[in-house]
């Protein structure tokens, strides 16, 4: 049997943004507008650049999948990283989870447009779900339980 070694593995950044409304917490959650059914309810995340700071990439993942600026926000804490294999793109991941706040008073819901350099655009809806109701796709709701 042949070792295999994982060489190519994509540094992932990955936002879980919660405010207290009505004495309990909510996560900011996106759909896509055009693919509801596909894609399922996320959370701002994406990929690290070669030697980008994992800070950096949080805060301009955030701003290209949401609008929102590192002015609005305040890090709370970095939760962890976790390996994650992505079979439909035969990708290996490490996803590094961070939890913010926001610093400003931010809507219930909005839209926000995500061009990518392809030419298309991407619809993201946002809104704010409770923490007893959460169910993301992708795996990407495996560190709820660090907040």
């Known amino acids: 049997m042949e070792n295999t070694t994982i060489t190519d593995v994509k540094q992932k950044v990955v936002a879980y943004i919660t405010r207290e409304r009505n004495g309990q917490r ?22 690290v650049e070669p030697n ?17 600026t590192q002015e609005q926000l ?13 079979a439909d793109r035969d990708e290996h991941h490490e996803r590094h989870v961070y939890h913010l706040v ?6 219930d819901t909005w839209m926000h447009y ?3 350099a392809d030419g298309k655009t991407v619809v993201l809806i946002y809104f704010w779900v409770p923490m007893s109701h959460i169910d993301l796709s992708g795996k990407l709701g495996d560190y709820l339980d660090g907040l």
């Open 114 to 116: 995500d061009p990518f």
């Open 52 to 68: 980008e700071d994992l800070e950096v990439a949080l805060f301009r993942e955030i701003e290209e999948e949401a609008g929102l």
């Open 26 to 47: 909510e996560l900011l959650v996106n759909i896509h507008r055009d693919f509801i059914h596909d894609a399922g309810s996320q959370v701002p995340a994406g990929t």
């Open 74 to 86: 305040s890090l709370v804490k970095y939760i962890g990283a976790y390996p994650f294999y992505r």
């Open 102 to 107: 926001p610093a400003v008073e931010l809507p």
